[in-house]
Protein backbone atom coordinates (compact mmCIF):
# COMPACT_ATOMS: atom_id res chain seq x y z
CA UNK A 1 0.00 0.00 0.00
CA UNK A 2 1.34 3.00 -0.93
CA UNK A 3 1.36 6.50 1.18
CA UNK A 4 -0.39 9.30 0.55
CA UNK A 5 1.85 12.04 -0.90
CA UNK A 6 2.98 14.48 1.58
CA UNK A 7 0.70 17.84 1.49
CA UNK A 8 2.92 20.90 -0.20
CA UNK A 9 4.78 22.89 2.27
CA UNK A 10 3.74 26.91 1.12
CA UNK A 11 6.68 28.97 0.19
CA UNK A 12 6.20 30.83 3.17
CA UNK A 13 7.11 27.83 5.59
CA UNK A 14 9.59 27.42 3.78
CA UNK A 15 11.74 29.96 4.81
CA UNK A 16 12.08 28.55 8.44
CA UNK A 17 10.39 29.16 12.30
CA UNK A 18 11.29 32.68 12.16
CA UNK A 19 8.05 33.32 10.03
CA UNK A 20 5.93 31.74 12.81
CA UNK A 21 6.58 34.02 15.40
CA UNK A 22 8.75 36.65 16.48
CA UNK A 23 12.18 36.00 18.01
CA UNK A 24 11.98 36.68 22.34
CA UNK A 25 14.03 39.61 22.83
CA UNK A 26 17.24 39.41 24.81
CA UNK A 27 19.84 41.69 25.97
CA UNK A 28 22.49 40.55 23.80
CA UNK A 29 20.81 40.12 20.89
CA UNK A 30 19.23 44.01 21.29
CA UNK A 31 22.77 45.60 22.67
CA UNK A 32 24.42 44.33 19.45
CA UNK A 33 22.21 45.22 16.85
CA UNK A 34 23.04 48.52 18.68
CA UNK A 35 26.28 48.27 19.00
CA UNK A 36 26.46 47.30 14.47
CA UNK A 37 24.14 50.51 14.03
CA UNK A 38 26.68 52.32 15.75
CA UNK A 39 29.71 50.76 13.80
CA UNK A 40 27.54 51.61 10.65
CA UNK A 41 27.89 55.53 11.48
CA UNK A 42 31.71 55.43 12.05
CA UNK A 43 31.89 54.00 9.22
CA UNK A 44 29.59 56.57 7.31
CA UNK A 45 31.42 59.32 9.33
CA UNK A 46 35.07 58.11 8.31
CA UNK A 47 34.27 57.29 4.30
CA UNK A 48 32.23 60.82 4.09
CA UNK A 49 34.77 62.62 5.65
CA UNK A 50 37.64 61.25 3.25
CA UNK A 51 35.27 61.49 -0.22
CA UNK A 52 35.10 65.40 1.16
CA UNK A 53 38.41 66.18 1.62
CA UNK A 54 39.52 64.97 -2.15
CA UNK A 55 38.50 63.85 -5.55
CA UNK A 56 35.79 61.84 -6.79
CA UNK A 57 37.81 58.65 -6.85
CA UNK A 58 37.77 59.31 -2.78
CA UNK A 59 34.74 57.35 -3.03
CA UNK A 60 35.88 54.14 -3.46
CA UNK A 61 36.88 53.94 0.60
CA UNK A 62 32.95 54.40 1.23
CA UNK A 63 32.74 51.62 -1.05
CA UNK A 64 34.98 48.91 -0.14
CA UNK A 65 34.84 49.59 3.50
CA UNK A 66 30.99 49.06 3.27
CA UNK A 67 31.40 45.74 1.02
CA UNK A 68 33.79 44.50 3.97
CA UNK A 69 31.28 44.90 6.19
CA UNK A 70 28.51 43.42 4.62
CA UNK A 71 30.84 40.15 3.53
CA UNK A 72 31.46 40.34 7.15
CA UNK A 73 28.15 40.41 8.33
CA UNK A 74 26.94 37.70 6.35
CA UNK A 75 29.78 35.00 7.35
CA UNK A 76 29.31 36.17 10.86
CA UNK A 77 25.45 35.44 10.41
CA UNK A 78 25.73 32.17 8.02
CA UNK A 79 28.31 30.88 10.47
CA UNK A 80 26.51 31.61 13.92
CA UNK A 81 22.99 32.17 13.25
CA UNK A 82 21.80 32.82 16.62
CA UNK A 83 22.40 35.30 19.21
CA UNK A 84 23.72 38.46 19.24
CA UNK A 85 26.81 38.13 16.50
CA UNK A 86 24.20 37.01 14.33
CA UNK A 87 21.76 40.15 14.76
CA UNK A 88 25.12 42.18 14.94
CA UNK A 89 26.17 40.37 11.22
CA UNK A 90 22.19 40.54 10.15
CA UNK A 91 22.04 44.50 10.78
CA UNK A 92 25.46 44.99 9.18
CA UNK A 93 24.54 43.10 6.25
CA UNK A 94 21.46 44.99 5.61
CA UNK A 95 22.61 48.64 5.64
CA UNK A 96 25.81 48.24 4.43
CA UNK A 97 24.53 46.96 1.10
CA UNK A 98 22.72 50.37 -0.26
CA UNK A 99 25.59 52.54 1.92
CA UNK A 100 28.22 50.23 -0.33
CA UNK A 101 26.46 50.75 -3.60
CA UNK A 102 25.60 54.37 -2.99
CA UNK A 103 29.17 55.55 -2.81
CA UNK A 104 30.12 53.26 -5.69
CA UNK A 105 27.97 55.01 -7.83
CA UNK A 106 28.76 58.27 -5.88
CA UNK A 107 28.86 61.29 -8.57
CA UNK A 108 27.73 64.77 -7.85
CA UNK A 109 28.22 66.24 -11.08
CA UNK A 110 25.18 63.29 -12.64
CA UNK A 111 22.87 65.22 -10.25
CA UNK A 112 22.77 68.30 -11.97
CA UNK A 113 21.14 65.81 -14.79
CA UNK A 114 19.30 63.18 -12.77
CA UNK A 115 18.64 65.11 -9.54
CA UNK A 116 20.29 62.12 -7.83
CA UNK A 117 24.19 61.96 -7.29
CA UNK A 118 24.19 58.38 -7.16
CA UNK A 119 22.32 55.65 -9.33
CA UNK A 120 19.08 55.40 -8.10
CA UNK A 121 18.01 52.71 -9.58
CA UNK A 122 21.04 50.08 -8.87
CA UNK A 123 20.87 51.46 -5.26
CA UNK A 124 16.68 50.86 -5.30
CA UNK A 125 17.10 47.64 -7.35
CA UNK A 126 19.84 45.35 -6.63
CA UNK A 127 19.70 46.16 -2.36
CA UNK A 128 15.38 45.16 -2.88
CA UNK A 129 16.86 42.26 -4.84
CA UNK A 130 19.61 41.30 -2.75
CA UNK A 131 17.55 41.54 0.81
CA UNK A 132 14.64 39.21 -0.94
CA UNK A 133 17.15 36.79 -1.72
CA UNK A 134 18.63 36.81 1.62
CA UNK A 135 15.27 36.70 3.31
CA UNK A 136 14.19 33.34 1.13
CA UNK A 137 17.27 31.96 0.69
CA UNK A 138 20.60 32.69 2.72
CA UNK A 139 20.82 30.05 5.80
CA UNK A 140 21.20 32.03 9.01
CA UNK A 141 19.89 34.91 7.56
CA UNK A 142 16.39 33.40 6.14
CA UNK A 143 13.74 34.06 7.43
CA UNK A 144 14.97 37.54 9.70
CA UNK A 145 12.32 40.01 9.22
CA UNK A 146 14.92 42.81 8.99
CA UNK A 147 15.65 41.89 5.41
CA UNK A 148 11.94 41.73 4.34
CA UNK A 149 10.95 44.94 6.22
CA UNK A 150 14.16 46.46 4.12
CA UNK A 151 12.69 45.21 1.30
CA UNK A 152 9.01 46.57 1.71
CA UNK A 153 10.21 49.90 2.30
CA UNK A 154 12.62 50.27 -0.39
CA UNK A 155 10.25 49.71 -2.82
CA UNK A 156 7.97 52.23 -1.46
CA UNK A 157 10.75 54.48 -1.38
CA UNK A 158 11.98 54.05 -4.95
CA UNK A 159 8.22 54.24 -6.07
CA UNK A 160 7.70 57.41 -4.64
CA UNK A 161 11.21 59.01 -5.36
CA UNK A 162 10.75 57.84 -9.79
CA UNK A 163 7.13 59.45 -8.81
CA UNK A 164 7.40 62.75 -7.60
CA UNK A 165 11.12 63.36 -7.39
CA UNK A 166 13.86 63.68 -4.53
CA UNK A 167 13.22 67.26 -3.82
CA UNK A 168 9.15 66.21 -2.86
CA UNK A 169 10.27 63.68 -0.73
CA UNK A 170 12.98 65.52 0.88
CA UNK A 171 10.75 68.28 1.42
CA UNK A 172 8.17 66.37 3.24
CA UNK A 173 11.44 64.00 5.05
CA UNK A 174 12.56 67.29 6.57
CA UNK A 175 9.54 69.17 7.64
CA UNK A 176 6.73 66.29 8.06
CA UNK A 177 4.16 68.45 10.39
CA UNK A 178 4.74 71.44 8.68
CA UNK A 179 2.32 70.25 5.96
CA UNK A 180 -0.44 70.32 8.57
CA UNK A 181 -0.09 74.65 7.95
CA UNK A 182 0.04 74.37 4.14
CA UNK A 183 3.69 73.75 3.66
CA UNK A 184 3.99 71.41 0.48
CA UNK A 185 1.27 70.71 -1.35
CA UNK A 186 0.95 69.85 -4.91
CA UNK A 187 0.73 67.23 -7.57
CA UNK A 188 4.06 65.84 -5.90
CA UNK A 189 2.83 65.13 -3.06
CA UNK A 190 -0.37 64.52 -4.22
CA UNK A 191 0.94 61.38 -6.02
CA UNK A 192 3.24 60.38 -2.46
CA UNK A 193 0.17 59.91 -0.72
CA UNK A 194 -1.74 58.26 -3.66
CA UNK A 195 1.65 55.45 -3.02
CA UNK A 196 2.06 55.88 0.38
CA UNK A 197 -1.99 54.90 1.16
CA UNK A 198 -1.78 51.99 -1.64
CA UNK A 199 1.25 50.56 -0.23
CA UNK A 200 0.57 51.04 3.40
CA UNK A 201 -2.86 49.22 2.74
CA UNK A 202 -1.37 46.61 0.54
CA UNK A 203 1.44 45.52 2.79
CA UNK A 204 -1.15 45.61 5.77
CA UNK A 205 -3.68 43.52 3.57
CA UNK A 206 -0.75 40.98 3.25
CA UNK A 207 0.37 40.97 6.85
CA UNK A 208 -3.49 40.40 7.73
CA UNK A 209 -3.86 37.13 5.37
CA UNK A 210 -0.04 36.19 6.69
CA UNK A 211 -1.34 36.56 10.58
CA UNK A 212 -4.65 34.37 9.92
CA UNK A 213 -2.35 32.00 8.52
CA UNK A 214 -0.06 31.47 11.41
CA UNK A 215 2.67 33.21 10.07
CA UNK A 216 3.30 36.42 12.23
CA UNK A 217 6.98 36.00 11.94
CA UNK A 218 6.63 37.27 8.82
CA UNK A 219 3.63 39.61 8.63
CA UNK A 220 5.82 41.98 11.45
CA UNK A 221 8.28 43.03 8.50
CA UNK A 222 5.36 44.22 6.23
CA UNK A 223 3.66 45.59 9.47
CA UNK A 224 6.25 48.00 9.80
CA UNK A 225 6.54 48.76 6.50
CA UNK A 226 3.31 49.14 6.34
CA UNK A 227 2.88 51.82 9.16
CA UNK A 228 5.87 54.09 7.72
CA UNK A 229 4.57 54.46 4.00
CA UNK A 230 0.74 54.67 5.27
CA UNK A 231 1.84 57.49 7.84
CA UNK A 232 3.95 58.98 4.95
CA UNK A 233 1.17 59.27 2.86
CA UNK A 234 -0.69 61.00 5.21
CA UNK A 235 1.91 63.15 6.24
CA UNK A 236 2.63 64.40 2.28
CA UNK A 237 -1.30 65.32 1.94
CA UNK A 238 -2.25 66.84 4.96
CA UNK A 239 -2.04 70.48 2.92
CA UNK A 240 -3.68 69.12 0.39
CA UNK A 241 -6.45 67.50 2.67
CA UNK A 242 -7.01 70.41 4.81
CA UNK A 243 -7.26 69.84 8.49
CA UNK A 244 -10.64 68.13 8.33
CA UNK A 245 -10.26 65.91 5.43
CA UNK A 246 -6.96 64.80 7.32
CA UNK A 247 -8.89 63.89 10.20
CA UNK A 248 -11.27 62.15 8.60
CA UNK A 249 -8.95 60.00 7.05
CA UNK A 250 -6.79 59.61 10.39
CA UNK A 251 -10.11 58.20 12.11
CA UNK A 252 -11.03 55.73 9.60
CA UNK A 253 -7.87 54.14 9.50
CA UNK A 254 -7.08 54.60 13.10
CA UNK A 255 -10.47 52.60 13.58
CA UNK A 256 -10.28 49.69 10.68
CA UNK A 257 -5.97 49.33 11.51
CA UNK A 258 -6.13 49.54 15.80
CA UNK A 259 -8.97 47.03 14.72
CA UNK A 260 -6.28 45.05 12.93
CA UNK A 261 -3.98 45.30 15.55
CA UNK A 262 -6.03 44.46 18.44
CA UNK A 263 -7.35 40.90 16.30
CA UNK A 264 -4.38 39.63 15.88
CA UNK A 265 -2.38 40.92 19.02
CA UNK A 266 -0.22 43.52 17.70
CA UNK A 267 0.13 46.06 20.49
CA UNK A 268 1.96 48.43 18.70
CA UNK A 269 -0.52 48.92 15.71
CA UNK A 270 -3.06 48.96 17.64
CA UNK A 271 -2.11 51.81 20.26
CA UNK A 272 -0.72 53.61 17.57
CA UNK A 273 -3.53 53.99 15.38
CA UNK A 274 -5.58 53.79 18.53
CA UNK A 275 -3.52 57.15 18.70
CA UNK A 276 -4.09 58.10 15.33
CA UNK A 277 -7.87 57.86 16.03
CA UNK A 278 -7.60 60.37 18.61
CA UNK A 279 -5.90 62.78 16.71
CA UNK A 280 -8.58 62.61 13.48
CA UNK A 281 -11.00 63.63 16.11
CA UNK A 282 -9.01 66.52 17.39
CA UNK A 283 -8.23 67.49 13.60
CA UNK A 284 -11.95 67.71 13.03
CA UNK A 285 -13.22 69.04 16.27
CA UNK A 286 -11.31 71.83 16.44
CA UNK A 287 -11.51 72.88 12.80
CA UNK A 288 -15.52 72.88 13.01
CA UNK A 289 -15.88 74.04 16.57
CA UNK A 290 -13.65 77.08 16.32
CA UNK A 291 -11.21 78.39 19.19
CA UNK A 292 -13.76 78.36 21.77
CA UNK A 293 -12.26 76.89 24.16
CA UNK A 294 -16.05 75.81 26.03
CA UNK A 295 -17.01 74.55 22.74
CA UNK A 296 -14.08 72.04 22.17
CA UNK A 297 -13.77 70.82 25.72
CA UNK A 298 -17.41 69.98 25.60
CA UNK A 299 -17.39 68.73 22.42
CA UNK A 300 -14.49 66.33 23.06
CA UNK A 301 -16.18 64.72 26.59
CA UNK A 302 -19.15 64.50 24.25
CA UNK A 303 -17.01 62.58 21.80
CA UNK A 304 -15.24 61.04 23.94
CA UNK A 305 -17.84 59.48 25.92
CA UNK A 306 -19.66 58.34 22.87
CA UNK A 307 -16.52 56.66 21.39
CA UNK A 308 -16.45 54.46 25.07
CA UNK A 309 -20.00 53.16 25.08
CA UNK A 310 -19.53 52.45 21.36
CA UNK A 311 -16.47 50.49 22.14
CA UNK A 312 -18.31 48.86 24.80
CA UNK A 313 -21.47 48.08 22.98
CA UNK A 314 -18.85 46.86 20.00
CA UNK A 315 -16.49 44.22 22.55
CA UNK A 316 -19.68 42.95 23.37
CA UNK A 317 -21.24 42.30 20.14
CA UNK A 318 -18.20 40.72 19.05
CA UNK A 319 -18.19 38.35 22.25
CA UNK A 320 -14.71 39.70 22.88
CA UNK A 321 -12.83 37.06 25.44
CA UNK A 322 -11.77 39.32 28.65
CA UNK A 323 -8.17 40.92 27.61
CA UNK A 324 -6.61 39.17 31.12
CA UNK A 325 -7.82 36.26 33.14
CA UNK A 326 -10.60 37.25 36.02
CA UNK A 327 -8.14 38.97 38.93
CA UNK A 328 -10.80 37.50 41.29
CA UNK A 329 -9.83 34.32 40.66
CA UNK A 330 -6.15 35.39 42.18
CA UNK A 331 -7.06 36.75 45.25
CA UNK A 332 -9.69 34.22 46.47
CA UNK A 333 -10.24 30.62 46.54
CA UNK A 334 -13.57 28.62 44.89
CA UNK A 335 -15.42 29.62 48.10
CA UNK A 336 -14.68 32.91 48.09
CA UNK A 337 -12.15 32.54 50.72
CA UNK A 338 -8.18 34.26 50.33
CA UNK A 339 -6.22 32.00 48.59
CA UNK A 340 -3.49 29.93 49.52
Known amino acids: MTEPPAPPVHPVARVGPRTRRRPDLRVNVTLAGAGAAILLVGAVVVSAGYYAHGDNGRRFLGAIL ?156 LVVAAFDATVGGVIAGASDMGQSGTGVLLIFLGLGLSAYGSRFGRRFTAWAWAAGFVLGCGLVVEDVVGTSYVGNGFTFMAVGLAVVVAAHLLGGALAEPPEIDDERSQVAGPAGYPAG
Do not use: H, M, Q
Not at 129 to 151: D, E, N
Not at 153 to 172: D, H, M
Not at 187 to 204: C, H, K, N, P, R
Not at 209 to 221: E, I, N
Open 66 to 221: FAAIVAAGYALAVRVRIGGLATAGAVGAAFGVPVCLGFLTLDPASALSSGYPFNVDLVFVLSIAVWLLTYFAVPGLRGRALFLGAAALGLFGYVSLKAAGVESVARIAASPFGNLGGIGGGTDTGTITAIGLIFGLVYYAIAAVLDARGRSGAAVA
